[in-house]
């Protein structure tokens, strides 16, 4: 099978990839995987590598499909708090969407280039936006890229431990973190008037 072949059937072998791990959860197995494709595992194999061939291909899809998401809540416009409110909950929605597909890569690129890139990917995104909001305030804006960063990091470590437990209702837990990350970015900026 040519290079071509193989790459344009890599899509369909990831939806059927998603699809298994839906129907059998965060443990789906090669084996498993490759019965919804409806294909052997040699087959997968040849597409992919390896197991961390196709977890690396899964991963890379989820991770593209949110940041676009959150790049468009991002790119919205709205006034600086709403904006807060419609970033986390459109990070929190997306995996609350296909939790058992958010556990599987997690379980399996905790440490995987991946996920660090796409973690510093969105934290990019957030530095860029809050560093807007910083310049249109009359603030330094210094501080938005370790900032954006230390958000992104809370906001999946609470979306995470919120998929686990689902003790409150997804719009509670986007209030409660929007309301810490507003006190911050307000408290900021407050500190920043009376240094200057």
Not at 24 to 42: C, F, I, L, N, Y
Not at 50 to 61: F, V
Not at 127 to 156: N, T
Not at 157 to 168: C, D, K, L, P, Y
């Amino acid at each position: 099978m040519g290079r071509r072949a193989r790459t344009d059937r890599r899509p369909a072998l990831l939806d059927a990839a998603t699809e298994a791990i839906r129907r059998h959860g965060p443990t789906a197995s090669m084996t498993q995987m490759a019965a919804q494709a409806g294909v052997t595992k040699p087959i997968l194999y040849r597409h992919f590598g390896d197991r961390s061939g196709l977890i690396h291909a899964l991963a890379e899809r989820f991770s593209v499909n949110l940041l676009s998401e959150l790049q468009a809540a991002l790119a919205s416009g709205t006034e600086p708090r709403q904006l807060i409110v419609q970033t986390v909950d459109t990070y929190i929605a997306f995996i609350e969407r296909d939790p058992d597909v958010y556990r599987f890569l997690v379980q399996h690129v905790e440490n995987d280039a991946t996920l660090i890139g796409f973690m510093q990917q969105v934290g990019q995104q957030v530095a860029i936006v809050l560093g807007e909001q910083l310049r249109a305030a009359g603030q330094d804006s210094g501080a938005a890229e370790p900032i954006a960063h230390g958000i992104v990091g809370m906001v999946h470590s609470a979306g995470h431990w919120w998929v686990e437990h689902r003790t409150m209702p997804r719009a509670r837990l986007v209030d409660y973190l929007a309301d810490v990350l507003w006190s911050g970015v307000a408290g900021l900026t407050l500190t920043e008037s009376r240094v200057s």
